[in-house]
């Protein structure tokens, strides 16, 4: 993907995973990227706008002081108890750590099976 002039390597089995997910929930992406990079990016990964119902950026996020972009479910407007987040920052479910789901940050490795075996 190049959305906006920014080089990004999409996780192997990304969409048939956002796929499978918007198909039985609501899927709402909550970044801590700045609107003005992510937007393009989301954009590129959903075009028709079908896949994410809402999209929280970095300015939706809370800064502590254990951490500065904390994302704090709540602000979701979602019951929390049929609500998880899916980050490989623990730090950012740090208001609400039953609710995160901690994965492996991706580094372009193109055999990463995380996503397809989640599917």
Do not use: W
């Not at 502590?64 to 980050?87: I, S, W």
């Amino acid at each position: 993907l190049n959305p906006g002039g920014v080089f990004v390597v999409e996780r192997p089995g990304l969409q048939e995973f956002l796929e499978e997910l918007a198909s039985f929930a609501e899927v709402v992406i909550f970044t801590a990227g700045l609107e003005d990079y992510a937007k393009p990016i989301i954009d590129a990964l959903d075009p028709s706008g079908k896949l994410f119902a809402h999209r929280i950026y970095r300015e939706g996020t809370l800064r502590t002081e254990f951490y500065q972009c904390v994302k704090d479910m709540a602000r979701v407007g979602r019951d929390l108890a049929k609500t998880v987040l899916v980050d490989d920052t623990p730090l950012a479910f740090l208001h609400q750590p039953d609710n995160g789901v901690p994965v492996l940050g991706f580094r372009g490795d193109m055999d990463d099976r995380l996503l397809a075996e989640a599917v």
